[in-house]
């Protein structure tokens, strides 16, 4: 499953922390993530359309999220390469669609959860992608450099990343203290 790419292969790079206010202990990324009903997804940000969760050929657990990322498609089929309480590392070869065609990327999304004192944790949002071979060629069909590319995907992936975090945080705040997805934000 795993690409082995360069870094100059490199498109983005995104890390974004938020507050939940809840114990660490109550917290469980896993859980949440991979039990996320699709509705509560999409109120996570105006770019999310859907998500379910199913496992991979071999068993391992998935992910499965559709969403907006600047003028790109994105479905992504993250497959649980570590899902934890505390950590969860999601690895996805995510198809991407635009009005040049359709390509994939590799997507790296990092969740994480530290305990800052007794009420209080740090949820972490980190997300990487980097070009496919099969993405090299379609930005080289196109007249795209990797440049070009990476520029717009890390402004894109960023602002997404910007509006969906604290979301998170606030959704997995919810269902470590309530038990409940469906609260306010």
């Not at 934890?84 to 669609?97: G, N």
């Amino acid at each position: 499953m795993e690409i082995q790419q360069a870094p100059e292969n490199a498109l983005s790079a995104s890390s974004v922390t938020a507050i939940i206010n809840a114990p660490f202990e109550k917290v469980n990324i896993a859980d949440w993530l991979l039990n996320l009903p699709d509705e509560e997804y999409q109120r996570c940000s105006i770019h999310h359309i859907a998500a379910g969760a199913t496992v991979s050929f071999d068993g391992q657990p998935m992910s499965i999220n559709v969403e907006t990322i600047g003028n790109a498609l994105v479905v992504q089929h993250y497959v649980a390469t570590e899902a934890r309480p505390d950590y969860c590392r999601m690895l996805s070869v995510s198809d991407t669609i635009t009005a040049n065609g359709r390509s994939n990327v590799q997507v790296l999304w990092e969740l994480k959860a530290e305990r800052i004192d007794d009420h209080t944790t740090r949820y972490s949002n980190t997300i990487h992608a980097t070009a496919t071979p099969e993405f090299l060629e379609f930005i080289e069909k196109h007249g795209i450099t990797l440049e070009q590319a990476a520029k717009a995907r890390q402004q894109a992936s960023d602002a997404h990343n910007h509006e969906e975090t604290p979301n998170f945080a606030k959704s997995i705040e919810n269902k470590a203290l309530y038990g409940k997805y469906n609260l306010p934000f």
